[in-house]
C-alpha cells in the first residue's frame, strides 16, 4: 500500500480526530535480573543497560538522567534497562566496581561499546553517545583538515556532505547532529569534529559556537572545483538542522508566472519568506542570473523566484522589481524597487532578525511544542527510511531519454520530487504496483525526479507532486487523478488496458458485456458495468456519451452499442432509448437509466453516483467521498460484521425512498480502529455496540443516536428519524464549530490545499480526468526555465499538496462549516 492504508487521506481523518488528544505517559526505566535482561535481548536490537548492585548517592544523579533519556532512547528503537546485581546469579558486568562505573550497549547480545559513567553525564549525552555509536558509518569522525578533504574529493559528484563542528561530545549541539543523522544519515555524509582549526579553516569568523554546514558536493563534476557551501546561521538544534536540510533539498530558482500571494513553496511551510525578482521578456537572461545570484545568497534564509511579468494577468506596478512575501498568514506581499543584490539580501536579514527578536520576546509565553513533528507522511517516510525498495523494477527517465522512452512503448510515468515527503511515500505505492505487474503486463513503469529533470517536468504540465500520467501511442496523455495508494493505482492500470467506451457490435457481445463474461479479468477492478444504448441515428447523444466515457476511463468499464437490433435490449429492459444499463456485478443486476437530453456532464454525475454504494462500510478511504454529497450521515458502529436483521432494516427503508436526505453506511472499528475514538469524542467513554448515529455535519454539528433500549427494525428507526426531523430528540453532543489547526504552523495543511483550490477551481467531472493535449498547451504558453543548483534545469511552478480537484473537494468536505465528524 502506501501501503493501502497510507495516502495523503491520512490527513483527512486527522479532520475526524480533531478532538482527540491524548499524551503518552512516560516510560519508566525498567529494573531487571541479569537473567531476565538477557533473556530479553532480541537479535538486531540496541540495548543500553546499567548494571548496579545498590543505589547510592553517587549513582541517583546518574540513574535520574538515564531515566529521562528511555523515551527518547525509544522513539529511535533502542531500549534501556537498569539490571540490578543480585548474589543468585553471576555475570562479569556486575563484578568487579569499576565494571559497576559503566553502561553498556548492546545489539541484541553482542557488546557494542561500554560508556564510562561520567561521560553520560546527562540525557542530552546519553542520548548523543548512543546514536554516535550506532551511526558509525553514517557519521565520520575527522581530527584533521585532511580528512575532510579526502571525504569532500570522494563524494565529489555522488553525494553532498553535512558537516558540523561541535564544542564536544556529548551537548546539546552533538545530539541535535546525531538525532539529524539518524533521520538523514542515508542521503547524505553527515561529518563531525570538535577540532577548532578544521573550522577555521573553513573560514569562520565566529568559532565560539556550534556551527552547521552543507557542502554541495554532488553537483561538483570537476574534481579540482571545491564543493559550494552554506552556513545555517540559526542554533544548532534538531529542529533548525532538519528545517535547514529542507531548504537545501528544495530547488534552488523556480519561475512562476501567477499570482505572487497564490504562490506557495517548501520555504512559507518552513516559516521562511519567499523572494521574488520580476522580470521582463527583453531582460530575461540578465534578470534570471540576477535571481540565482540572489538565490545562492539567502540559501537557507528564503526562497528565491523568478516572477515572469509578461505572462502574469495579476497588476504589478510598474517600477517594482522586486516582490517580498512574509511566512506569516494573512501577510500581504511587498512591492519593492531595489537595485542592489545587497539591499535584498538585507531586507531578508533584517526581516528575519525583526522575528527571532520577537520570538525571544515571546519565548516565556505558553505556544505549541515546536518539537512534535505533525507532518504524518513525512513520519511515515522517517520510519521507512531504510527499507530497499526495488528501484530497478521502474526505469528512471531524463531530459536525453524520456521522449523515446514514451513514444516507444506504452507508459506510465510518475513525476515526484525526492525532496517532498509525499512523493517519497507515493514513491513506495509505485514500485508495489511494478511488483504485483512484473511479468505480467507490457506496461512500462517509468519516474522522473522533477528535482532533477523539473524542465521535463514543465514540459508535460506537471505542476504538483506526485503526478502519475499514462502514455499510449496516438493517445493524449491520461493523468492518475486517484487516491495515493496501490489498490486504486493498479485499478486505473488495469482498466486503462482496454478503450473505454468499447464499441459493442452484437446482441449476445453486450449480453456478455452486462454480464461480465467479456472483461471477467477486468471485474475484480470495476464493480458496475455501464452499457449505453442508442439507435444509429442518434449522433449527438452518442458522443456525448462517448466523451463521458472517456473521462471516467481508469475508473470503470463502459461500452456503446448502437446497431439497428438495439431495440431487442431496450424493450428487454424496459428502457426507452437513449439509456444506459449499469450491471452491478456483485448483486447480478442490471438498472437502466434514460438519457434524454442528457450532456456530458450529467452522464458523467450519473455513471459517478452508481459507483456509490447504498449502504457502504466507511473507511478511511472512500469517506471522503460520502462527504462529498454533504447529507447527514446515518452511521451504525459495529465491533465486527453487521447484524443481518439491522442491514435488512435499512436496506428496507433506502428501498422505499425514506433515507433519501441521508446517507446510511456502517463503521466496523475492528477494520477502522479511529471509530473507536470518534465514539469516546461522541460519548466520553465507548457505549455498547452495534449503535446507530445521525450525524449532522454540514449544518449545527448536532450527534443524535438511537434509544439503546429500542430494537433496530423499520418501524422503530423510521419513528425515530422522524422525530429527529421534527426537533422532538436531543442531541447527546454537539460538534464545535471551531477550526483545525497543527500545532506546527510550517506545516499547516488546510492553508497549503485551500491555497491550491483557490487556484483550480473544482470542476464538475470528478476523479478520472482526460488531460487535454500538453504538446498544444505548450505552443501557447510562454516556455519557462528553472535551475536546480547547478543540476539539470527546467521549469516547475510549485503548488504542494494540490493532488487533484477531486481532494480538493474532498478536502473541503472534510472541514466543511468547520465541523467535527
Not at 806 to 820: C, L, M, Q
Request: charged letters at 20%.
Amino acid at each position: 500500500m502506501m501501503s493501502s492504508s497510507f495516502n495523503v487521506f491520512r490527513v483527512g481523518i486527522s479532520f475526524v480526530m480533531m478532538c482527540i488528544f491524548y499524551k503518552s505517559a512516560v516510560d519508566a526505566l525498567p529494573e531487571l535480573s541479569p537473567q531476565k535482561f538477557f533473556s530479553t535481548l532480541q537479535p538486531g536490537k540496541a540495548t543500553l543497560a546499567y548494571f548496579c548492585q545498590a543505589d547510592s548517592p553517587s549513582t541517583s544523579v546518574f540513574l535520574e538522567e538515564l531515566n529521562e533519556a528511555v523515551k527518547p532512547l525509544q522513539d529511535y528503537g533502542i531500549s534501556v534497562a537498569k539490571v540490578n546485581c543480585v548474589t543468585e546469579e553471576t555475570s562479569r558486568y556486575c563484578g568487579k566496581e569499576k565494571d559497576l562505573m559503566k553502561a553498556y550497549l548492546f545489539r541484541g547480545n553482542i557488546l557494542l561499546r561500554e560508556f564510562p559513567t561520567d561521560t553520560l553525564f546527562d540525557v542530552n549525552a546519553i542520548i548523543a553517545h548512543v546514536l554516535f555509536a550506532l551511526l558509525f558509518n553514517e557519521v565520520k569522525y575527522i581530527n584533521t583538515l585532511g580528512d575532510l578533504q579526502n571525504i569532500e574529493n570522494a563524494l565529489k559528484g555522488k553525494t553532498n556532505i553535512a558537516f558540523s563542528y561541535v564544542r564536544a561530545i556529548g551537548t546539546p549541539e552533538h545530539r541535535a547532529v546525531m538525532e539529524a543523522a539518524f533521520v538523514y544519515g542515508t542521503t547524505y555524509q553527515f561529518v563531525l569534529t570538535t577540532e577548532i582549526a578544521i573550522l577555521e579553516s573553513i573560514g569562520t569568523e565566529d568559532i565560539e559556537y556550534a556551527h552547521f554546514y552543507f557542502f554541495h558536493c554532488k553537483p561538483v563534476s570537476d574534481l579540482t572545483q571545491q564543493c559550494r557551501r552554506t552556513l545555517m546561521e540559526q542554533p544548532l538544534t534538531t529542529l533548525n538542522i532538519h528545517r535547514f536540510i529542507k531548504t537545501m533539498e528544495a530547488p534552488l530558482l523556480t519561475e512562476v508566472a501567477e499570482d505572487p500571494q497564490q504562490v506557495s513553496t517548501v520555504h512559507l511551510q518552513l516559516g521562511l519568506p519567499l523572494v521574488f525578482i520580476v522580470s521582463r521578456q527583453a531582460t530575461y537572461e540578465a534578470d534570471r542570473t540576477t535571481a540565482e545570484w540572489v538565490a545562492w545568497r539567502l540559501l537557507g534564509k528564503a526562497g528565491v523566484l523568478l516572477l515572469l511579468r509578461d505572462s502574469l494577468e495579476v497588476d504589478i506596478p510598474e517600477h517594482a522589481n522586486v516582490i517580498f512575501k512574509r511566512a506569516e498568514e494573512g501577510m500581504p506581499v511587498e512591492f519593492l524597487v531595489l537595485h542592489d543584490i545587497d539591499l535584498i539580501i538585507s531586507r531578508v536579514e533584517s526581516n528575519t532578525h525583526m522575528k527571532e527578536t520577537q520570538e525571544y520576546e515571546d519565548n516565556d509565553m505558553e505556544g505549541p511544542d515546536m518539537d512534535i513533528q505533525d507532518d504524518e507522511v513525512a513520519e511515515t517516510v522517517y520510519r521507512d527510511r531504510k527499507r530497499q525498495l526495488p528501484l530497478e523494477l521502474t526505469v528512471e527517465l531524463t531530459e536525453e531519454t524520456f521522449n523515446a522512452t514514451v513514444t516507444a512503448s506504452d507508459s506510465l510515468v510518475l513525476f515526484y520530487a525526492g525532496w517532498q515527503a509525499v512523493s517519497m511515500a507515493f514513491l513506495q505505492s509505485y514500485v508495489d504496483v511494478a511488483v504485483k505487474l512484473k511479468g505480467t503486463s507490457t506496461l512500462l513503469l517509468t519516474r522522473v525526479n522533477c528535482a532533477d529533470w523539473s524542465y521535463v517536468c514543465t514540459k508535460q504540465n506537471v505542476t504538483d507532486f506526485p503526478v502519475v500520467k499514462m502514455y499510449k501511442e496516438g493517445e493524449n496523455p491520461v493523468s492518475y487523478a486517484g487516491m495515493l495508494g496501490t489498490e486504486e493505482l493498479l485499478k486505473f492500470i488495469q482498466l486503462n488496458r482496454i478503450s473505454c467506451p468499447v464499441n459493442i457490435t452484437s446482441v449476445q457481445g453486450a449480453e456478455e458485456f452486462l454480464s461480465g463474461e467479456l472483461y471477467k479479468d477486468l471485474i475484480t477492478y470495476s464493480r458496475v458495468s455501464v452499457l449505453g444504448l442508442f439507435s444509429p441515428t442518434m449522433t449527438t447523444a452518442k458522443e456525448e456519451f462517448t466523451e463521458a466515457g472517456k473521462h471516467l476511463k481508469g475508473c470503470v468499464i463502459t461500452g456503446v452499442y448502437s446497431e439497428e437490433d438495439v431495440l431487442i435490449l431496450s424493450d428487454k429492459h424496459a428502457v426507452t432509448l437513449p439509456a444506459l444499463l449499469l450491471a452491478r456485478h456483485q448483486e447480478g443486476k442490471i438498472e437502466s437509466i434514460p438519457l434524454a437530453n442528457a450532456h456530458v456532464q450529467d452522464i458523467v454525475q450519473i455513471i459517478t453516483n452508481a459507483l456509490l454504494e447504498t449502504f457502504p462500510e466507511i473507511t478511511v478511504e472512500n469517506l471522503p467521498t460520502y462527504l462529498r454529497l454533504k447529507k447527514p450521515l446515518l452511521i451504525l458502529f459495529s465491533d465486527g460484521s453487521i447484524n443481518p436483521q439491522h442491514k435488512k432494516a435499512i436496506l428496507t427503508l433506502v428501498k422505499e425512498k425514506h433515507l433519501d436526505s441521508l446517507t446510511p453506511c456502517w463503521l466496523n472499528i475492528k477494520n477502522t480502529p479511529v471509530g473507536r475514538g470518534i465514539l469516546q469524542v461522541y460519548f466520553d467513554a465507548l457505549p455498547p455496540l452495534p449503535l446507530l448515529v445521525v450525524v449532522n455535519l454540514h449544518s449545527g454539528g448536532q450527534v443524535f443516536a438511537f434509544p439503546s433500549d429500542q430494537a433496530v427494525s423499520e418501524q422503530n428507526l423510521l419513528l425515530w428519524l422522524k422525530k429527529v426531523e421534527a426537533g422532538l430528540e436531543s442531541p447527546i453532543t454537539i460538534l464545535p464549530a471551531q477550526e483545525w489547526k497543527p500545532p506546527l504552523p510550517a506545516y499547516d495543511f488546510l492553508s497549503m490545499m485551500d491555497a491550491a483550490a483557490s487556484q483550480h477551481p473544482p470542476k464538475k467531472i470528478p476523479e478520472c480526468m482526460k488531460e487535454t493535449d500538453v504538446q498544444e498547451n505548450d505552443g501557447e504558453q510562454p516556455e519557462e526555465k528553472s535551475a536546480i543548483r547547478n543540476e539539470p534545469t527546467g521549469t516547475l511552478r510549485i503548488k504542494h499538496w494540490s493532488r487533484s480537484n477531486w481532494f480538493g473537494e474532498a478536502k473541503k468536505s472534510f472541514a466543511y462549516d468547520n465541523k467535527e465528524l
